[in-house]
């Protein structure tokens, strides 16, 4: 009888464990993935910033030209690398488009729920109460509130 007592124990606390060490991935990837996009975000300023002058102001094409950018004979990096996301450990990151074509952010392709939902850093204060990851939006040169951000003048997004 003690020896099941003690095995029932044992299970529940080995499930509880589970549990807390899921929750806590959960929100280490949260803090990645607010930090890989905090850094897209900066490599689309530095792009639009480093724009030739003369030229219409426009996103990069593709994410990769975010890692060596084509405008220039010289070699210009705005981000280093494109890491996956964390969501979804997949580089299948979703890109904003403007209605020229150019890339004004991206989000995740998770469609899970946040753990997170309040207390976000303030650059990112419209993430609040958004209920899929896929709701964050990472973007630069977009109006966002707390209804959402605004892509064109048709068109707002959580």
Same mark, same amino acid.
């Given at each position: 009888?003690?020896?099941?007592?003690?095995?029932?124990?044992?299970? +529940?606390?080995?499930?509880?464990?589970?549990?807390?060490?899921?929750?806590?991935?959960?929100?280490?990837?949260?803090?990645?993935?607010?930090?890989?996009?905090?850094?897209?975000?900066?490599?689309?300023?530095?792009?639009?910033?480093?724009?030739?002058?003369?030229?219409?102001?426009r996103g990069p094409l593709?994410?990769?030209?975010?890692?060596?950018?084509?405008?220039?004979?010289?070699?210009?990096?705005?981000?280093?690398?494109?890491?996956?996301?964390?969501?979804?450990?997949?580089?299948?990151?979703?890109?904003?488009r403007a209605r020229d074509?150019?890339?004004?952010?991206?989000?995740?392709?998770?469609?899970?729920?946040?753990?997170?939902?309040?207390?976000?850093?303030?650059? +990112? +204060?419209?993430?609040?109460?958004?209920?899929?990851?896929r709701d964050w939006w990472?973007?630069?040169?977009?109006?966002?509130?707390?209804?959402?951000?605004?892509?064109?003048?048709?068109?707002?997004?959580?």
């Open positions: 009888m003690t020896v099941l007592f003690v095995l029932a124990a044992l299970a +529940f606390t080995s499930a509880a464990t589970v549990q807390v060490g899921e929750l806590h991935r959960r929100r280490a990837a949260e803090d990645e993935l607010i930090f890989i996009g905090a850094q897209f975000r900066q490599a689309l300023r530095s792009w639009h910033e480093a724009a030739p002058a003369g030229r219409a102001p593709r994410a990769e030209d975010l890692l060596l950018d084509p405008r220039f004979a010289q070699p210009q990096r705005h981000l280093r690398h494109l890491p996956p996301d964390p969501m979804t450990g997949r580089a299948d990151w979703v890109l904003l074509g150019g890339i004004v952010g991206l989000h995740s392709a998770s469609s899970r729920r946040p753990v997170r939902q309040a207390n976000f850093p303030s650059d +990112f +204060f419209h993430f609040e109460h958004r209920g899929r990851y990472f973007t630069w040169g977009l109006i966002c509130t707390a209804g959402g951000c605004t892509l064109d003048d048709t068109t707002t997004a959580p």
